[in-house]
């Protein structure tokens, strides 16, 4: 049996989030894209009404007192409600806007003048055609669903200088955002605060 105040600690070390959100659009911007002749098009355009519907739920509990962990992730629910221009877009999911979202990591800040972070994100499918046609994946042009992992290790050399090093998609994913997404990245940096 765990001791009584094992579960103080517990509640005090981690905070639980919760937000239910509903908001409605009107005259919103969306993107209209079209092919002809293998030519991609895409153009600006306003007017309509929306609504989203969401919740976001998330976690974070220190584990020691330098190394933390985190959790979230986000739910929208999106429906074109009226289009009098092109009624066809109506029931339609609104554009560029992932249905899902998630998202966790591992925090280390300053230990013994390192801080640290790796971090994992996937989004879902994100449609780019307003009338939510572009289903395929991998493809140019589409917006595919993806899972990326990126880590960050810097060291406070001394007060004010600080040097780091960061891997984005450390995993090297190949996935495509209308078009092909870069694949691993590496990135360093010195940073001095007076």
């Given amino acids: 049996?765990?001791?009584?105040?094992?579960?103080?600690?517990?509640?005090?070390?981690?905070?639980?989030?919760?937000?239910?959100?509903e908001n409605?659009?009107?005259?919103?911007?969306?993107?209209?894209?079209?092919?002809?002749?293998?030519i991609n098009?895409?153009?600006a355009k306003s007017g309509g009404k929306a609504r989203i519907r969401g919740v976001e739920l998330g976690i974070r509990h220190q584990i020691t007192s330098f190394l933390s962990a985190y959790a979230n992730m986000t739910y929208?629910?999106?429906?074109?409600?009226?289009?009098?221009?092109?009624?066809?877009?109506?029931?339609?999911?609104i554009t560029n806007v992932p249905q899902e979202m998630y998202n966790f990591g591992l925090l280390?800040?300053?230990?013994?003048?390192?801080?640290?972070?790796?971090?994992?994100?996937?989004?879902?499918?994100?449609?780019?055609?307003?009338?939510?046609l572009d289903t395929k994946n991998h493809v140019w042009g589409t917006y595919d669903p993806y899972f990326t992992l990126d880590a960050k290790v810097g060291?406070?050399?001394?007060?004010?200088?600080?040097?780091?090093?960061?891997?984005?998609?450390?995993?090297?994913r190949d996935y495509y955002q209308s078009s092909r997404a870069p694949g691993r990245e590496f990135f360093g940096e010195v940073v001095?605060?007076?």
């Avoid at 009584?4 to 919760?18: D, M």
């Avoid at 409605?24 to 293998?38: P, S, T």
């Avoid at 929208?76 to 999911?93: A, F, I, S, Y």
């Fill in 1 to 21: 049996m765990l001791p009584h105040n094992f579960f103080i600690g517990f509640l005090i070390l981690t905070v639980p989030t919760i937000s239910v959100f």
């Fill in 24 to 38: 409605y659009l009107r005259d919103f911007q969306y993107k209209e894209k079209w092919a002809e002749e293998g």
């Fill in 41 to 43: 098009y895409d153009v």
């Fill in 76 to 93: 929208q629910d999106t429906e074109v409600t009226e289009d009098k221009q092109d009624p066809e877009k109506e029931g339609k999911r």
């Fill in 108 to 132: 280390c800040e300053n230990y013994a003048g390192f801080r640290g972070s790796v971090a994992g994100r996937y989004v879902g499918k994100v449609y780019g055609d307003s009338l939510n």
């Fill in 155 to 172: 060291y406070e050399i001394r007060k004010g200088l600080e040097v780091s090093f960061a891997v984005d998609n450390l995993l090297d």
């Fill in 192 to 194: 001095y605060k007076f």
